[in-house]
Structure formats: C-alpha cells, structure tokens
C-alpha cells in the first residue's frame, strides 16, 4: 500500500542529508583490504515516531462501506525528511564501529590515551547500504581465493553483532557476508581491493549494452530519430556508470545535445552522426580497456607544464628529465578561437611533441586556465568546439597510452610554459633559416640581430623593442653599430630610420634585409649605400604571429649588403652573385 504525504510534506521543514559516496574509498582504505558489506531490510521501518507525532502519519480507509483507520507509527517511504532522519541515527553505529568503541576523554586539559575495546572498522554507509573494511597483506600471486584472517572474521562477527543488538535487520540475501578482497556488487560497482579499481558489475554492464542496442537499432530503422525518455533513460543508466567507466561523459555529451532539442518528452530527436559513434562504445563495454577506475592513484611517472597566448603555446617536460622546451605558434584561424580552446589544444600539441618520452607513462600536468582543469579531469564540456578538441586529446593518450592527471597552478608559477607561450609579438615574422643560413656562409657572419623577439632572432644575441628575457638590448637605434655586423631584418615602417642611420653612422655595417619596393625612397637610398645587393625571390619568409602581413608569402626580398667594403667573404666564393642583374635565390 502506497500512501501519498505531498500535503504533510508541503507543510515540514526539508532537512538536506550528506551520504559518503563510494569514491570517498580513496582516502579511507587500502590496497589489499578485506571487505563484506549488508543491506537492511524495510530500513525506514526501523526508526519510529514519537507519539505525538503519530497522528500526522494516520490515514482512513473506506473498506464495504466501512471507515478504518491506519496508523503507521515508524518513518514513512513518502515523507520528505525519511532519509535525513534515517542516516542520522545510523551515525550511532557507524561512529561506534570506527572507533572500536572506543569513549573520548572527558576532562578537558588532560592528556589521556584512549584504548578501543575493539579493532576500529572502516564503514562506508550509503542510506541502508553498509560496506565494511579491514587492512589486509598481500596475498601469494598465485593464490586467487585468499582465506580471511582471523581478526577480519572477528571484526565481522562484531559489527553484524552491532547491528543487531540495535535491532537493525539485515537482509537474508542481500549482502555479502564472506569477507574477500573486494566487493561484487555494491551501489551497482564492483571493488577490487586486489587490483584497485572501481569496475562494473556484469549485470550493469549487460543493461548498458542492451539500452545501447536498443537504440542503435532504433535509429538504423528511423532515420536516426529516437523517443527521447528512451534516450533520456540511457544517458541516466550510463552516467549513474561514471565512477567505473570516466568516459561515459565524454561519449554521451553529443547525445545530450541532441536531447536538448526536444519540446516535450512524446517527442523523439535526431541522432548526430557523433552521438551514434559514442553510443556504439557502450557495445563492447566487456573487452574496452576504458572501464575502471583506479581507486589508488598511482605516483606519476612524467611531469610537464603547458601555456598558451595570443600568439603561440609553449610547455617543458619535468620529469623524468627536465627536456628543452617546446613552442610553437597559432595560425589566423586559431588564434580567433576562445582561450579555453587554445590552452587545450596546447596541451594536445606538447603531448605530441613530447611522444616518444612520455609514452606509456602517467602524467601529471600543471595548467593555469581552470576551464582546462574542469574538462580533461571530467572529460567533458559543453562547447562543441572544446569537446571536438579534447576527444583529440584522449586520442593522442590513447595513442600512446598514457594516463593525464591534471592540476592548477597560478599563472605567476607557471613561468617556464608562460615565457615560451609569449615569444612572438603583433605582425611577427622573419626570414626562413635555411635562406638566413646561406647568406651567413656565402656573404658575412652577422654578430648581432638587430630587430628581433624571442621568435624571431636567428642569432644568439638580439636586441628587442620590448624589454624582454634573453634580450641583450632594446631599441636598435639607442645601441652602438661600430665593431658589429648588424643584421638588420626591420618592419617596413621602420626602414627609413635604418637608411638614415647608416647614412650618419660612418662606422656601421649591416646587412639589410628588405622588400623589394624599388617605388620607395629608403630603397634608393640604401641601394646607393650598399657594396652589394643580393636578390631573394617570393617565398622565403615565415610567418610566426597570426596577424603577420597578408601578402607575405608573396614578398620578394632584398639584402643589401653595407659593410663599408671591408669583412665581406671573398667574391669568388660568391660567385652566385656576380652577375647582373642579381639573380633571385630561391630557398
């Protein structure tokens, strides 16, 4: 008989209760730990009413004409505050049983030592579900069915002894009474102390392949559409899976989307193609390598640091050895997208970079963008864009079979990632190094790069416009020229100052890379400056900042060569050069 108390319930005050939740194992329990567990029968039942309170709890039943009437003088399945009254009494003998019994010191200022009269038990309750614990040692490898020892059997003798005497009835079949290294079937998991994990049970694991079948056949014969509460009740079946299975969210967020398009629950919604892929995960869920959880986590083996910025990314391996860093820079199109996706694609790109040392290793990351944090640790976002990048994430570690755990670290100690993420500046871009590099060994070895960052420099001493680190100076035209070859690679509006510098300057020698617009002033002039000048054709610049100049790639260049005649190579080891007009070096 079910009897409904919405208009007692509308008229109490809602108590909120707190249940420890099975992953809360993790800081309780050990490998290796011995485990048996009961379940309550009618638990509600057990807690009755006080008097005066029987009366709001009594109903009257019209039986052939006669009135009767009920009263049920313990909790009610129906009544708002069953459950936070319920756990709150089962406190007693959860408390009693993790102190061994054990009574506090009464006299305050006084030190005392408390010896339990029985080995304290770890309890898990979850309303009339309770799981017990026991430190354990490991077994022989060989051995699959270890016998329990003699204090585990006692410490359960005691608590179903606890129980009862409270007159708390257990079950006759539900439970687990045998002590082993695990549980079968607790809250729908099964807990293997023995290997550490959280792992489904077969009859889960059944039920999610079933309801995904269901589905997949549903939306074969229906052009993709399916009833939503159908789709609904497998997206609640497998995400109640969570603890044992971290994927589910990531494999049903698509469905979700999907679900978001109903107006009514008679309706049915369309299947994305991506939502169908993802569900088909849920058929193989027997030979997938993606269910479990670790219970333990274990020391990571590989440590690393990533950052992104406006204009690139960057990152460094810590462990197992503190690796060079690594960089790279956005495209137009990526440097457009929010923050959040570029700090974690910037994750997926060091993960790549660094493959072949962090292959088949665990890996802790420090990141600095707290939306990153949220998404890898929860594998999943709301973004289509985020959920698009991160499932290239997991198939990158998948790939190399690795396992990311990632942390916070605040931007002010994440320097190293930070530093490497910011090397370029607007509109940087520069000259490619194999065309530098032929330039250096067929025309003079430059000393310094005169207009450079961190991207940019193609020598190891540079000057910045910005202060920045590893610059030697800022500001080219504040530094003294003389006694250096300067190579000087300035931005366009720049160039005029450059031809007036080395047109006052007598005892500076540079080579001047340029466009060549011979429609310019600076152009003549430093033309009638230079001993030489050295024809580079389209194609030999890099872009490094998204927004460099559009029409880049299609600048031809111009080096002239002013070097006051003195410390240019020999000509004949320049003969490339010799005719006239120059030729254009294509590199």
Same mark, same amino acid.
């Given at each position: 008989?079910?009897?409904?108390?919405?208009?007692?319930?509308?008229?109490?005050?809602?108590?909120?209760?707190?249940?420890?939740?099975?992953?809360?194992?993790?800081?309780?329990?050990?490998?290796?730990?011995?485990?048996?567990?009961?379940?309550?029968?009618?638990?509600?039942?057990?807690?009755?009413?006080?008097?005066?309170?029987?009366?709001?709890?009594?109903?009257?039943?019209?039986?052939?004409?006669? &009135?009767?009437?009920?009263?049920?003088?313990?909790?009610?399945?129906?009544?708002?505050?069953?459950?936070?009254?319920?756990?709150?009494?089962?406190?007693?003998?959860?408390?009693?049983?993790?102190?061994?019994?054990?009574?506090?010191?009464?006299?305050?200022?006084?030190?005392?030592?408390?010896?339990?009269?029985?080995?304290?038990?770890?309890?898990?309750?979850?309303?009339?579900?309770?799981?017990?614990?026991?430190?354990?040692?490991?077994?022989?490898?060989?051995?699959?069915?270890?016998?329990?020892? +003699?204090?585990?059997?006692?410490?359960?003798?005691?608590?179903?002894?606890?129980?009862?005497?409270?007159?708390?009835?257990?079950?006759?079949?539900?439970?687990?009474?045998?002590?082993?290294?695990?549980?079968?079937?607790?809250?729908?998991?099964?807990?293997?102390?023995?290997?550490?994990?959280?792992?489904?049970?077969?009859?889960?694991? +059944?039920?999610?392949?079933?309801?995904?079948?269901?589905?997949?056949?549903?939306?074969?014969?229906?052009?993709?559409?399916?009833?939503?509460?159908?789709?609904?009740?497998?997206?609640?079946?497998?995400?109640?899976?969570?603890?044992?299975?971290?994927?589910?969210?990531?494999?049903?967020?698509?469905?979700?989307?999907?679900?978001?398009?109903?107006?009514?629950?008679?309706?049915?919604?369309?299947?994305?193609?991506?939502?169908?892929?993802?569900?088909?995960?849920f058929l193989t869920l027997k030979t997938s390598k993606h269910v479990g959880r670790a219970i333990w986590l274990e020391p990571e083996t590989a440590e690393l640091s990533s950052d992104a910025g406006p204009y690139g990314w960057g990152g460094k391996v810590w462990k197992p050895e503190p690796m060079a860093p690594a960089w790279g820079f956005w495209t137009p199109a990526?440097?457009?997208?929010?923050?959040?996706?570029?700090?974690?694609?910037?994750?997926?790109?060091?993960?790549?970079?660094?493959? =072949?040392?962090?292959?088949?290793?665990?890996?802790?990351?420090?990141?600095?963008?707290?939306?990153?944090?949220?998404?890898?640790?929860?594998?999943?976002?709301?973004?289509?864009?985020?959920?698009?990048?991160?499932?290239?994430?997991?198939?990158?570690?998948?790939?190399? =079979?690795?396992?990311?755990?990632?942390?916070?670290?605040?931007?002010?100690?994440?320097?190293?990632?930070?530093?490497?993420?910011? +090397?370029?500046?607007?509109?940087?871009?520069?000259?490619?190094?194999?065309?530098?590099?032929?330039?250096? =060994?067929?025309?003079?070895?430059?000393?310094?790069?005169?207009?450079?960052?961190?991207?940019?420099?193609?020598?190891?001493?540079?000057?910045?416009?910005?202060?920045?680190?590893?610059?030697?100076?800022?500001?080219?035209?504040?530094?003294?020229?003389?006694?250096?070859?300067?190579?000087?690679?300035?931005?366009?509006?720049?160039?005029?100052?450059?031809?007036?510098? +080395?047109?006052?300057?007598?005892?500076?020698?540079?080579?001047?890379? &340029?466009?060549?617009?011979?429609?310019?002033?600076?152009?003549?002039?430093?033309?009638?400056?230079?001993?030489?000048?050295?024809?580079?054709?389209?194609g030999v610049l890099q872009r490094v900042a998204f927004d460099a100049p559009q029409r880049l790639e299609s600048w031809a260049m111009t080096i002239f060569v002013v070097l006051r005649r003195s410390a240019a190579r020999p000509l004949a080891t320049r003969s490339r050069w010799q005719a006239s007009p120059p030729p254009r070096l294509g590199i």
């Amino acid at each position: 008989m079910v009897f409904n108390l919405r208009h007692i319930n509308e008229h109490c005050r809602k108590y909120s209760v707190r249940y420890e939740p099975l992953a809360a194992m993790r800081r309780d329990s050990e490998k290796f730990d011995w485990m048996w567990s009961i379940d309550l029968t009618d638990a509600y039942h057990h807690i009755g009413l006080h008097d005066d309170d029987v009366h709001y709890f009594t109903f009257e039943l019209e039986i052939h004409g006669k &009135v009767h009437r009920l009263c049920t003088p313990t909790l009610n399945f129906g009544w708002t505050n069953s459950p936070a009254v319920f756990t709150e009494c089962c406190r007693v003998p959860t408390r009693f049983l993790r102190t061994g019994g054990a009574v506090a010191a009464t006299v305050y200022g006084k030190r005392a030592r408390v010896e339990p009269p029985h080995p304290p038990v770890r309890v898990r309750p979850w309303l009339d579900d309770f799981a017990f614990s026991m430190s354990g040692e490991e077994p022989p490898a060989q051995e699959k069915s270890p016998q329990p020892p +003699l204090h585990v059997l006692q410490a359960r003798d005691h608590s179903l002894l606890v129980f009862q005497r409270l007159g708390l009835e257990r079950h006759a079949t539900k439970g687990e009474l045998e002590p082993k290294m695990g549980l079968d079937d607790y809250l729908g998991f099964k807990v293997d102390t023995r290997r550490g994990l959280f792992l489904l049970t077969p009859r889960r694991m +059944l039920k999610l392949s079933k309801s995904a079948h269901t589905l997949l056949r549903l939306q074969a014969t229906g052009a993709r559409r399916v009833q939503a509460r159908t789709l609904a009740a497998f997206q609640g079946l497998a995400q109640s899976s969570y603890l044992a299975l971290p994927r589910a969210r990531c494999w049903l967020r698509s469905s979700y989307d999907d679900l978001s398009q109903m107006k009514s629950w008679r309706d049915s919604v369309r299947l994305s193609a991506q939502s169908v892929r993802d569900i088909k995960q849920f058929l193989t869920l027997k030979t997938s390598k993606h269910v479990g959880r670790a219970i333990w986590l274990e020391p990571e083996t590989a440590e690393l640091s990533s950052d992104a910025g406006p204009y690139g990314w960057g990152g460094k391996v810590w462990k197992p050895e503190p690796m060079a860093p690594a960089w790279g820079f956005w495209t137009p199109a990526e440097a457009q997208m929010h923050i959040t996706w570029r700090e974690l694609r910037a994750v997926r790109l060091l993960a790549e970079w660094y493959a =072949d040392v962090l292959r088949h290793r665990r890996i802790l990351l420090w990141e600095d963008n707290t939306g990153v944090v949220n998404i890898i640790t929860n594998m999943v976002s709301r973004s289509p864009e985020l959920m698009q990048e991160l499932r290239l994430l997991l198939d990158v570690l998948e790939m190399l =079979d690795c396992e990311l755990r990632v942390l916070y670290i605040r931007s002010a100690e994440n320097k190293v990632a930070d530093y490497f993420s910011r +090397l370029a500046v607007p509109r940087d871009y520069h000259l490619k190094q194999q065309s530098f590099d032929v330039i250096m =060994d067929t025309v003079a070895s430059c000393t310094v790069d005169a207009f450079a960052s961190a991207a940019t420099a193609r020598l190891p001493r540079y000057w910045t416009q910005q202060p920045e680190p590893g610059a030697e100076a800022t500001d080219a035209f504040a530094q003294r020229w003389a006694g250096e070859i300067v190579w000087a690679h300035p931005p366009p509006w720049l160039l005029p100052r450059v031809e007036q510098y +080395l047109r006052t300057q007598p005892g500076a020698r540079a080579l001047v890379c &340029v466009p060549t617009w011979p429609h310019e002033a600076w152009f003549a002039q430093l033309r009638s400056l230079a001993d030489e000048e050295l024809s580079l054709q389209p194609g030999v610049l890099q872009r490094v900042a998204f927004d460099a100049p559009q029409r880049l790639e299609s600048w031809a260049m111009t080096i002239f060569v002013v070097l006051r005649r003195s410390a240019a190579r020999p000509l004949a080891t320049r003969s490339r050069w010799q005719a006239s007009p120059p030729p254009r070096l294509g590199i």
